[in-house]
């Protein structure tokens, strides 16, 4: 049987609005033209589609609503062939929702969440977490769950000799926990978080500077491999368990949007280490998922295919 990427994460729907340029700049206090829709969203859910988009066989642990929009999201994805056996319904909260306003360049210039509950998330890991395991070659971990979801997902995945990769989602967890990153065979962020995690001036550094700190930060904090993105000015990487390191400039690209654009990165990273790879082709597939992400108005490139 062949081996399935786990994808452990939240299931959002987006709201979108987006300022229209031809109408001038976006006034944060003022009318705005544009254009609002509803697109499938959540860490988890973008990764567990751009992953099945790459071709990896996928099995999502997450959690919808059960109502019409969370049967709508299960759909897209089984039509992606994701496995979503371990997708469990709840009548209330069981996904989130984020509005979004973005501005005439693309950028995100105001947001609100309304986050999903997760003990059924939880209860998804204690009854099934074994079987989960024993039929995945990796874990891909949104780790800004809870604390004691990320903790089932380490225990689970050293038992079962797993290797777990990571994202943030709003780093609370990552914040509160910065040890449950020394459990991680890789762990993907952005220079602010980067900065935020780890205390350190991170904006405004140079590819080369962002790189030398990422390095100190990598053997001060005992962690197996750190990726960092840097929109575009492109991605800094350092694996300590073979001393590969580098950067990566990013790829020209007319941004439509860059909701999803971490999420597309770490996929098309994540699917280079496991067709074996090296990091640095790894990273170049991440940021050729992510331009092809950007110059969307969905959070993944293969939404629509």
Excluded at 28 to 41: C, D
Excluded at 137 to 161: G, M, N
Excluded at 221 to 236: D, E
Excluded at 264 to 286: D, H, N, W
Aim: include cysteine.
């Amino acid at each position: 049987m062949e081996k399935e990427v786990v994808v452990i994460g939240t299931t959002f729907v987006d709201c979108k609005g987006m300022a229209d340029g031809k109408n001038g700049k976006y006034l944060a206090t003022g009318r705005n033209i544009g254009k609002i829709q509803f697109v499938h969203g959540g860490v988890g859910r973008n990764v567990a589609e751009n992953l099945a988009g790459l071709g990896q066989s996928v099995i999502f642990v997450s959690t919808v609503d059960d109502s019409a929009l969370g049967q709508e999201v299960l759909e897209r994805l089984v039509r992606r062939d994701v496995d979503v056996d371990f997708v469990a319904k709840e009548k209330e909260r069981g996904m989130g929702l984020w509005m979004v306003i973005l501005d005439e360049k693309g950028e995100q210039v105001g947001s609100l969440s309304h986050v999903p509950q997760l003990d059924l998330l939880e209860d998804v890991l204690d009854q099934y977490g074994a079987k989960i395991m024993q039929r995945a070659s990796c874990v891909a971990l949104e780790i800004d769950l809870t604390e004691s979801i990320a903790q089932k997902v380490f225990d689970l995945a050293q038992k079962y000799r797993k290797p777990v990769y990571a994202l943030p989602g709003n780093l609370s967890i990552a914040l509160a926990r910065p040890d449950f990153l020394t459990h991680l065979a890789g762990f993907v962020c952005n220079h602010v978080e980067v900065g935020r995690l780890f205390q350190f001036d991170s904006i405004g550094l140079s590819p080369e500077e962002l790189l030398e700190q990422v390095g100190v930060q990598v053997k001060k904090h005992r962690l197996s491999m750190l990726v960092v993105t840097m929109g575009a000015s492109g991605a800094v990487y350092y694996d300590a368990r073979t001393g590969e390191k580098g950067y990566v400039p990013a790829i020209p690209t007319k941004v439509k949007d860059v909701s999803g654009a971490g999420d597309a990165f770490f996929s098309g990273m994540l699917q280079g280490i496991l067709q074996g790879g090296t990091l640095r082709e790894a990273v170049e597939r991440g940021t050729q998922l992510a331009s092809r992400t950007i110059q969307t108005s969905e959070n993944s490139s293969y939404a629509s295919d």
